[in-house]
């Protein structure tokens, strides 16, 4: 199973020249996230810089206490003190810990130590039939991050494994491009084995309910998404949701990419990281909350749109409303845990389908024993 076929020779050699490294961009500067500026004076980091060092170093201090060594005490610490986990994990993750942290609330860790090898073998033995597409989208994937950047260097090299490996683990997905987000995402914080298998807990369940519709053929997940958002906007914002039907406005023209890669697509970095770190904690809800609090934000300027104008704002929010400080205290003030698993069962009625029978055939994910669940909201 493992051997290759002698008629892949020519294409493996073909593979193998374009994955030879280009040269190096040259040095430019970079933000503290890798990223390279692209405007010195107008960004929320430069504006919440000073502050952020003080409440950074705090941070550490306590969630290095709370984890243990390695995260030795994480378990023993969620289990007696939830609510002030949920609490830390929504203030912030402190960057140098977010690696090993998002390994621990997303069952990933578990994961990995009962599949040893597994990964490697993906890698180096398996074949995938999405290989070409995944080395052709690769550059597009953080462009403008110096550990992407180089072409087939390093970083692309990663993210290339990461992606054939999962297009082997579970061939039902296989690859779809927005995949590349998530998995970049995670290797800028982790190993590639840990991020493959962060990327299995996300689409496979570990502690939360699969993802992998999201990237199935038809995107079952990503509709069931979009009719949900739109229902909430029309109960939480019933103008903004009655000039979007004027508007012949649905959220699939804008909202889908926030579900497909998280937020991790075309927003700024550290709202981005922020949303993470409650997303693999607290589950997909957030997504629907930060989409409804942009929303709201920018509600009185939306009303003044017409189509084209709106289609514009809804993909370029201004910088300003996509403050973290400001915008997720208003995102967790948003209830929408119950009303999603009623939109659910209501999208399954009428469409005479369960999304289960979409992941029935699909590789099972071996049982762990999960992190203790945040309480709803």
Known sequence: MFSRLASDAE??????????????SPLKPVDRFGF???????????KNRPNE???????????????????????????????????????GIPDCLRGLVWQLISGSRGLLLM?????????????????????????RTFPSHVFFQQRHGPGQRSLYNVLKAYSVYDRDVGYVQGMGFLAGLLLLYMSEEDAFWLL????????HAPMEGLYQVGL??????LFQFEQLVKEHLPKLGQHFSEEMINPSMYASQWFITVYSYSFPFPLALRIWDVFLYEGVKIVFQVGLALLTVCQNNL???????????????????????????LSFSIKVT???????????KQHGTSLAQFTSSSKPLKSLQSPAKPSND
């Open 115 to 139: 599949n040893p090898g597994v990964y490697e073998q993906l890698v180096i033995y398996e074949t995938s039939a999405s290989e070409l597409d995944i080395i052709r989208d690769i550059s």
């Open 200 to 207: 299995v807990a996300l689409l496979k369940g570990a502690v």
């Open 220 to 225: 079952p997940l990503v509709q069931q998404y």
């Open 53 to 91: 060092v003080e409440r950074e170093e705090s941070r550490i201090r306590k969630w290095r206490k709370m984890i243990g060594v390695g995260g030795s005490d994480w378990k023993h610490y969620v289990r007696r003190k939830p609510h002030v986990v949920r609490r830390r994990i929504r203030k």
């Open 11 to 24: 294409m493996e050699k073909r593979k193998a020249d374009e994955f030879e490294p280009g040269p190096a």
């Open 36 to 46: 390279v500026k692209q405007d010195q004076n107008n960004s929320l980091e430069a």
């Open 303 to 329: 009303l003044k749109l017409g189509f084209e104008k709106l289609i514009h704002a809804l993909r370029n929010f201004p910088e300003e409303a996509m403050d973290p400080e400001k915008l997720l205290p």
């Open 338 to 348: 119950k009303r999603l698993e009623e939109l659910k069962q209501e999208y399954e």
